[in-house]
């Protein structure tokens, strides 16, 4: 089967048929091989167990979100909740070693009254007023949800309420009757990317077949929005469609139904609060006699931009080493958050009348990373503030903007530190440029098994984090951690992101192969010993990695990856991801795209590392024939090749702890079998044992997987690969 070029020569289409018998069957087969190559013994049930410790320890921090009623709301899972609580409590409470929580909703007892296996999605809450919700839940863990309004008051369901069906929905509040809404209405009301291609005004009480159209867009589009903002004194509406995944067309929408287009750039981020506006820009823009850079933030009013004025002033401007990562409203200033060689600087701008004065945010640690957690703007100027470090469990404070500071929790340490260090290098990539990278472990040590991970793509910046899933994995055992900041992300802003967008691809997987080298040079590792691990988008970096450099390596694991980019744009929603990849069906972006496609680059004559492909049944984004066909045409080409896929779990690959941590142990146990030449030995215990149940196959009893780091902060789910 050497060199594929057309979809007709794809001899493994029939593993994209999720249901197919054929295909069923050769998922258990290659489940069942896995799971007695790499599951027996104490040694991978201690690692198990300790791993779901990390993640079911009910001294982590309880991180909260503000929902503008004065009460600290939390979604919580341990190892009595597995599919977890929605709860909330005061500040007093919160303040204490073990809060007293209201719970609002129990999703374990849900899914059992309903015969379902329901996994919480998230949940919008109507301001003001805070009285009812609507809840997000999902089957399996799937982008596609099951929307329902839901009573705070009565913590019940809202009989008659707003009530939506699978689907990949969008819905927002208007008002308490009132509520935009996005989602399946049949043949012809969804984008080639599977998402809404029209938004409307839905009134309770009335059928959902019969909400007005507000805004509509085309097939090709990705999506389309309707949002309100209920800031009193400031109520607007705004519709808009992504044109791609970084291109959109807004409009304010009025009363009176009329579009007024918010004439930004297409691919620039707004954000209007209150009074002003903010334009975060993706490429310069020439604008009233100045030019303003990539990745500059300016700032004007609202109302005067649309009157044609357009006297910005720039609140961030770029330099070679300083990027904005993040911007944060209160209710008097705006928090800024940059990095500066991938290292955290947080900042309080306040409008004074003339300008726009600035002074450094109180509480920040200076060797931290740092991130807001949370603000509630339409109230107060208090913040939530997360510090956290490879080596440093994170730290959660409150801080009031010109106010005090306290600290309210801190999370546990989840292994021993001691002798660790976290060391910044600089790698030279083959074009000549700098990339950082950070490495975790004992300098001292010889050379030996190394993890390397990285993802360069959608502009994600890849941050220092602590991760007990990783510490206790990999740092305990002896083995080094790295963290590559390549190309693609957005460490260095737009321009960091854009060096590696469509045809430049290459230079991100030319990134990660000098950092690779470079751990070599500096005695760090050997090619022997170093292993990688991606998820989505990391994982098409791995398969990159495997076929283009496979002597770099010693071990490659990769997680819900996108492997096939003859065919990525056609399955589920990777038409969206054609701003970032290409379209293969255009020959010249095919050109570059079959250069490095790692389904259409596997060869027989060449020696591969070993391989762990890691997906889910149940991602509906990356379409799990990705690593179905990989994995057989690797079996094809007689390469060691590992292969498990769970039947739930959605683009995170699991859909509770229990499978996170087998899913975890699974690769950390095949990456260090094969990096370091043995099993790992049983582990010292370092929390109180707890049951975990056995985990059976996918298709079977419903074992799984996840491509989580344990990072302590959530991250929000998006569209990116």
């Not at 979604?75 to 719970?103: I, Q, S």
């Not at 609002?104 to 009254?113: H, P, R, S, W």
């Not at 109507?126 to 999902?138: A, E, I, K, N, Q």
């Amino acid at each position: 089967m050497a060199g594929l070029t057309l979809e007709s020569d794809d001899p493994y289409l029939w593993l994209e048929d999720l249901g197919g018998a054929d295909a069923v069957r050769w998922v258990r087969d290659r489940n069942a091989e896995t799971v007695a190559a790499l599951t027996g013994g104490e040694a991978f049930a201690a690692l198990r167990a300790e791993l779901r410790q990390v993640l079911d320890a009910e001294d982590r921090i309880p991180y909260p979100g503000w929902r503008g009623d004065g009460f600290y709301y939390g979604f919580w899972t341990d190892a009595a909740h597995p599919r977890g609580v929605w709860r909330r409590t005061t500040l007093d409470e919160y303040r204490r070693p073990e809060p007293e929580w209201d719970v609002l909703l129990d999703v374990d007892a849900l899914a059992a009254e309903e015969g379902e296996n329901w996994v919480w999605s998230g949940v919008t809450v109507l301001r003001p007023g805070y009285r009812r919700c609507l809840v997000s839940l999902s089957r399996g863990g799937a982008d596609a949800v099951v929307v329902r309004e839901f009573d705070l008051a009565r913590r019940a369901f809202v009989e008659d309420g707003f009530t939506l069906p699978e689907a990949k929905s969008d819905v927002c509040w208007i008002d308490a009757d009132h509520v935009y809404v996005g989602t399946d209405f049949g043949p012809g009301s969804l984008t080639a990317s599977g998402h809404p291609r029209t938004v409307r005004r839905w009134r309770r009480g009335t059928p959902l077949s019969e909400a007005d159209v507000v805004y509509e867009g085309s097939t090709d589009d990705v999506a389309v929005y309707a949002s309100h903002d209920p800031t009193p004194g400031f109520e607007r509406d705004f519709v808009g469609r992504s044109l791609d995944f970084y291109r959109t067309e807004n409009y304010l929408l009025t009363a009176a139904g009329e579009r007024i287009r918010i004439p930004v750039p297409e691919d620039a981020q707004w954000d209007v609060r209150r009074e002003w506006l903010l334009i975060r820009l993706r490429s310069p823009w020439a604008v009233g006699g100045t030019t303003h850079p990539a990745g500059a933030l300016l700032v004007t009013r609202f109302d005067d931009f649309l009157a044609g004025e357009r006297e910005l002033a720039v609140l961030f401007r770029p330099d070679d080493r300083t990027a904005l990562s993040d911007h944060s409203w209160t209710r008097n200033h705006l928090i800024l958050a940059t990095l500066t060689d991938v290292r955290s600087r947080l900042e309080v701008l306040t409008p004074d009348g003339t300008g726009w004065r600035r002074e450094p945010l109180a509480g920040v640690p200076e060797f931290d990373h740092s991130g807001i957690v949370r603000t509630d703007p339409d109230h107060s100027d208090a913040y939530l503030l997360a510090s956290e470090g490879f080596l440093r469990p994170a730290t959660l404070r409150l801080g009031h903007v010109g106010g005090p500071v306290e600290t309210l929790k801190r999370e546990p340490a989840f292994f021993d530190a001691e002798g660790l260090t976290v060391r910044q290098f600089f790698a030279t990539s083959a074009d000549g440029t700098r990339v950082p990278y950070f490495v975790v472990g004992d300098p001292q040590a010889p050379a030996g098994p190394t993890l390397l991970t990285g993802y360069g793509g959608y502009e994600i910046s890849q941050t220092p984090h602590y991760s007990g899933i990783i510490g206790r994995g990999w740092l305990a055992r002896g083995g080094t951690y790295v963290v590559a900041n390549i190309r693609g992300g957005g460490e260095y802003g737009p321009r960091w992101h854009r060096a590696a967008l469509r045809e430049n691809r290459l230079r991100a997987y030319e990134d990660f192969a000098a950092v690779a080298a470079e751990l070599v040079t500096r005695g760090i590792t050997t090619p022997a010993q170093l292993g990688i691990e991606g998820g989505s988008n990391g994982g098409l970096l791995m398969g990159v990695m495997l076929t283009r450099y496979p002597s770099l390596f010693g071990a490659v694991a990769a997680s819900v990856p996108v492997l096939d980019m003859r065919r990525y744009h056609r399955l589920l929603a990777g038409a969206s991801w054609m701003a970032e990849y290409g379209d293969p069906d255009e020959p010249a972006d095919w050109a570059y795209l079959r250069e490095y496609s790692p389904y259409h680059n596997v060869s027989g004559g060449s020696a591969y590392p070993p391989v762990l492909l890691i997906t889910s049944t149940r991602d509906d984004r990356v379409h799990p024939g990705h690593a179905r066909k990989m994995a057989a045409r690797l079996r094809e080409h007689g390469h060691d090749v590992s292969y498990y896929e769970n039947v739930e779990g959605g683009h995170g690959a699991a859909s509770n702890s229990e499978q996170r941590a087998f899913i975890w142990a699974l690769t950390c146990e095949f990456l260090w079998r094969k990096l370091a030449g043995q099993p790992r030995q049983p582990l010292p215990r370092q929390l109180p044992p707890v049951d975990v149940p056995t985990v059976g196959l996918a298709g079977e009893s419903g074992a799984d997987s996840s491509q989580t780091r344990g990072s302590s902060v959530p991250a929000d789910q998006g569209l990116e690969g």
